[in-house]
T-cell receptor, first 109, second 113 residues
Framework: QKEVEQDPGPLSVPEGAIVSLNCTYS??????FMWYRQYSRKGPELLMY????GNKEDGRFTAQVDKSSKYISLFIRDSQPSDSATYLC?????????FGTGTRLQVFP | SAVISQKPSRDICQRGTSLTIQCQVD?????MFWYRQQPGQSLTLIAT?????????ESGFVIDKFPISRPNLTFSTLTVSNMSPEDSSIYLC??????????FGPGTRLTVT
């Protein structure tokens, strides 16, 4: 079993839709959870960083952590074509960041 | 957050040669990391570089192939040695923030012919 699992997509949605991106993880000791956005030919950009269970909101983005289920989510409201990118979940564990495979998102006008 | 720059941004190199990638950060950081990202894939950690100590390499990566320097708290280099086409990839450096979050540089796109 991989330490972090993420559906690779691709996910294609119309502009204005609510997008839900998800990851599961295997080690209950993991405590720091991150979401990155990566545009083609660019480095990953940190979007959201959470420590505990619950929700964290930043503009159109909401990160959700459920430690009991070992499940993390990123919600994007009112999605825009500029949100088209690959989204990677990442979890800090054993002194390093463990990445999911990334979900490719396409938002069409 | 930290602002990270990498040089070169891209390069095309011949088989058997070596390339050194530079990573510069705008603030002092303790931990720096080097990653590889192959086309369409996620990120794979090569090594962790702390200032004043030897780099720690992940399984499958060795110092002879990927020597790393970390001369101070704002700079690091990664050398890809004796390159083969399988080394064609994007190489990324990143730094650890105050709360275990990581920030990434723009990457170096390497093509080996």
């Amino acid at each position: 079993q991989k330490e972090v699992e993420q559906d690779p997509g691709p996910l294609s949605v119309p502009e204005g839709a609510i997008v839900s991106l998800n990851c599961t993880y295997s080690n209950s000791a993991f405590q720091y959870f991150m979401w990155y956005r990566q545009y083609s030919r660019k480095g990953p950009e940190l979007l959201m960083y959470t420590y505990s269970s619950g929700n964290k909101e930043d503009g159109r983005f909401t990160a959700q952590v459920d430690k009991s289920s070992k499940y993390i989510s990123l919600f994007i409201r009112d999605s825009q074509p500029s949100d088209s990118a690959t989204y990677l979940c990442a979890i800090w564990g054993a002194d390093k960041l463990i990445f999911g495979t990334g979900t490719r998102l396409q938002v069409f006008p | 957050s930290a602002v990270i720059s990498q040089k070169p941004s891209r390069d095309i190199c011949q088989r058997g040669t070596s390339l050194t990638i530079q990573c510069q950060v705008d603030s002092q950081v303790t931990m720096m990391f080097w990653y590889r990202q192959q086309p369409g894939q996620s990120l794979t950690l090569i090594a962790t570089a702390n200032q004043g100590s030897e780099a720690t390499y992940e399984s499958g990566f060795v110092i002879d192939k990927f020597p790393i320097s970390r001369p101070n708290l704002t700079f690091s280099t990664l050398t890809v040695s004796n390159m083969s086409p399988e080394d064609s990839s994007i190489y990324l450096c990143s730094v650890l923030g105050q709360g275990n979050e990581q920030y990434f540089g723009p990457g170096t796109r390497l093509t080996v012919t």
